[in-house]
């Protein structure tokens, strides 16, 4: 039967590639790639690069593009699902095209949102048939933990790992928040009082950014900081925790 490994690749930084994803890419005879537009670029190149430094080439590389999706609709979730079975379905027919096994390095770890998984599950549902297998990948959150060399909880609190946009509608739980996947610094629509921010952009990235603080100290600064970084690179990616004093 076909097999098709779902690898994590780390947050960035090549180093974080495990030994086990490395295994896992030599096995394959094709890799997919599933790109997001130019801006991302880099993003696909630190791909290429993790796979030109590990595994003896020529590589088969199959990009696939990924599908537009509105970005802020009434239905998410149904628009989400839309997304997931349109990248499924380019996902399939690219590996009908391989004969042998495949590979799909994804950022960070599978398990932590990201929607490979759900669309593999989707190819499976179609009707293809092939053995599946995950390695595990470094996340962004314990690339950030890491940069800042903190734990992520105190001692006996729970850690919630939430995004941007459910940081907005739930406010600030209690023990510590990680929150991803946030395009409008959602931490300027809590109350800032008493609570101190860990913020990372591109970890692990040769434009790595850490700033730590009191949020009603640093907040600006990070708005400011972002904006910057975004225009100069035309993307970005960041990631913070947010605790009470
Ligand atoms: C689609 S999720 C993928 C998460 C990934 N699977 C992981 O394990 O970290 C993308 C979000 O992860 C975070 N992220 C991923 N890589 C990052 C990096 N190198 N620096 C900062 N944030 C990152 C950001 O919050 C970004 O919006």
């Known amino acids: 039967m076909r097999k098709l490994y779902v690898i994590g690749i780390g947050a960035g930084d090549p180093d974080q590639v495990t030994m086990q994803a490395v295994k896992a890419m030599r096995a394959a005879d094709a890799f997919f790639v599933i790109g997001k537009g130019d801006e991302k670029r880099e993003l696909v190149e630190v791909r290429t690069s993790i796979l030109a430094e590990h595994v003896a080439g020529p590589h088969r590389i199959i990009e696939i593009t990924d599908p537009p999706r509105e970005r802020t609709p009434d239905d998410y979730a149904g628009v989400v699902r839309d997304w997931h079975e349109r990248r499924a379905e380019l996902l399939g027919a690219a590996f009908d095209e391989v004969d042998g096994t495949g590979a799909i390095l994804v ?57 941007g946009r459910r940081l907005r509608e739930d406010g600030l739980g209690a023990g510590s928040t990680v929150v991803m996947l946030d395009g409008d610094c959602s931490f300027t629509e809590i109350p800032s009082d008493d609570v101190h921010i860990w913020w990372g952009a591109y970890l692990g990235m040769p434009d790595e950014t850490l700033i730590e603080g009191p949020l009603a100290e640093v907040g600006e600064r990070i708005v400011t900081r972002r904006a910057e970084l975004r225009a100069a690179k035309g993307w970005i990616m960041d990631v913070y925790l947010l605790r009470r004093r």
Do not use: C, N, Q
């Open 107 to 163: 950022w960070g770890d599978p398990a932590l949102y990201d929607s490979t998984l759900r669309m593999v599950e989707l190819v499976l549902a179609g009707g293809r048939a092939f053995d599946y297998e995950v390695i595990p990948g470094v996340t962004s959150v314990a690339a950030l933990a890491a940069r800042h060399r903190m734990v992520l909880h105190r001692i006996g609190e729970p850690v919630h790992v939430t995004t």
